[in-house]
């Protein structure tokens, strides 16, 4: 018996149906640059919308270190089919109709790399890429969100640090959570009987020095802004290129540390000059105020607890010029809203504790 096949002039693809702007939405809620580009290659209504999605998320798999412009550190690995195909040699007839079949079949895909559809390819032709290489296909993205592989500051094993810092043209602020050591809570009622001493005495306790303590403490302080000022430095070229940037994050798969700058942030940087520091590639830390709490032992939620907690809000100095009228607006609201989960817990119980002031020179 005979088929009756709908005629596909009559009805149409359905999907067609759909408005370009709905298809917008979904394309940014996929929002991850290699998922794009295999959207790309579909068809020729995804090769012309993806590079139309406003919120992307750019991993990077490694940092290299290269010559020449500083977003070139950072880069991004991908594969490409033609690796399939240059490594198939005919050696005879049916070896080269086998070629074809597999050429055939793996062209779509091919298309990442050399895009027929009449746009430039979304990801260029190299092993290894910059995210502002990736991000020049895209005309008007406006959050986005890089991942970089791991943290930039090493520690010990049992070492818990965290830093978020804001930037505009320069520091705007850093918040560094870090502890000592991180174990199961016990009973420890005389631990923290000493602790409500050491609070009462007007001084900073002696357990902050023990062990090199303030020595640690100073290097989390230093690496951390180090840390923060160097991804800064390298999204001088991002932020050039993208003009409609309202949100732009830097994280670690590790979850160290975050970047923030938000709208204004980013007017900032593109109207006032950035101060590189002369001895690397990355900002300027102005000259600050450091404010200080610490707890020897502190509990936090799910049964953990923190030895020689350290809290440490950093912004910069009024006389120092850095950061702006922006940097000296929302009190200590940064510091609270750093953090999620148990380290929140962890703050706002250090913000609790005897601030101590300290002044660093600008570096």
Known sequence: ??????????????????????????????????????????????????????????KIDRVVAVDGDGDDALNSSSSSSSSFSSSLKPCNFLSHILKLVILSILKPFHSLRTSNLGLKPLLPQLAHHSPAQVLRSFSDVRNLLIELPAGDVATDDGVLLRWRAEFGSSLHSCVILGGTRLRHAAAT??????????????????????????????????????????????????????????????????????????????????????????SANRTQVPASLLKLRYASYLELPGGM???????????????GGGGGAAARRGGESF??????????????????????????NSF
Request: a negative charge; one cysteine or more.
């Open 1 to 58: 018996m005979a088929r009756i096949h709908a005629d596909p002039f009559l009805f149409p693809d359905q999907f067609d149906r759909i408005p370009d702007s709905i298809v917008l939405i979904v394309l940014n809620k996929v929002s991850d640059v290699r998922s794009l580009g295999q959207c790309r290659a579909v068809c020729r209504r995804f090769n012309a919308l993806v590079p139309l999605v406003q919120d992307l998320y750019v």
């Open 189 to 278: 009622s005389g631990d923290e009987e000493g602790e409500e001493d050491e609070e009462d005495d007007g001084s900073i306790p002696d357990s902050f020095y023990t062990n090199g303590g303030l020595k640690l403490r100073v290097v989390w302080t230093i690496s951390s802004l180090i840390a923060a000022s160097t991804r800064h430095y390298l999204l001088r070229q991002i932020i050039k290129e993208h003009p409609n940037l309202r949100s732009l994050v830097v994280i670690d798969a590790e979850g160290q540390g975050t970047l923030t700058m938000e709208e204004e942030q980013l007017r900032e940087f593109r109207e006032r000059p950035l101060e590189a520091s002369a």
């Open 335 to 360: 510091i609270s809203r750093a953090f999620d989960g148990p380290l929140a817990a962890a703050v706002r119980a250090l913000i609790r504790r005897r601030i101590y002031l300290l002044e660093m």
């Open 305 to 319: 607890a923190m030895q020689g907690a350290t809290l440490v809000a950093i912004r910069p100095s009024p006389d």
